[in-house]
């Protein structure tokens, strides 16, 4: 008999699917936090806007020297561009990136005292900052409750059958309906690390998923020498 889908449920049921999925996570990885490197939210938040289409190690070889060169907001929103953009040149995309921070600190030190606001909507105002930079920062530096939907978010939550949606603001809040608010903040790293390890873009590692027996998602993959 052809099982029925997560989301053909009822929400209670889908409730309780969900959050025996995030307990083994949560198992599986106990503590979780971002790699990047970061000694307070500003530091967050610089390093997550630099990360954009590149890894975390390649921000974490750069942002020791930029905040050795310009410690504070106030400090960044002065530099010389071209400087900046040589500090921050490996990470790629470094002109539009150089912009996004000197634009992101002028907007920190000239509406918010230098202080990067504590709050999702004042923070979406910064100039460079989305939905997700802002959930970010707020569930990690803070602890705040904020699910910040990637592309490994998207992918794990839709094969797991707790959304079928694409848009990430509509996956983002499918995910804050079925898990409480007070785990939302240990979601994203979680399925992030997760889909880096097991649940691949094109390789999902099915044979060896401790989420199999929850997961909706077909054809699962088999051991490779099971294939061949
Ligand atoms: S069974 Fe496969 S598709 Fe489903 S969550 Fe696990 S790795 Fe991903």
Known sequence: MASVHPLDKPLAQQRR???LILKRLSERYPEIATALSYQDPWELLVATVLSAQTTDENVNRVTPVLFATWPHPEDLATANPEDLEEVVYSTGYYRQKTKSLLALAADVVDRFGGEVPRDFDDMVTLRGV???????VLAEAWGDPAIAVDTHVNRVANRLGLTANSDPVKIEHDLKNLFLENTWAG???RFIQFGREVCDARRPRCWDCPLRDRCPFE??????????
């Open 130 to 136: 989305g939905r997700k930079t802002a959930s970010v």
């Open 17 to 19: 699917g969900a959050r």
């Open 187 to 189: 979601v994203s790293m």
């Open 219 to 228: 054809p699962k993959t088999r051991r490779p020498r099971e294939t061949t």
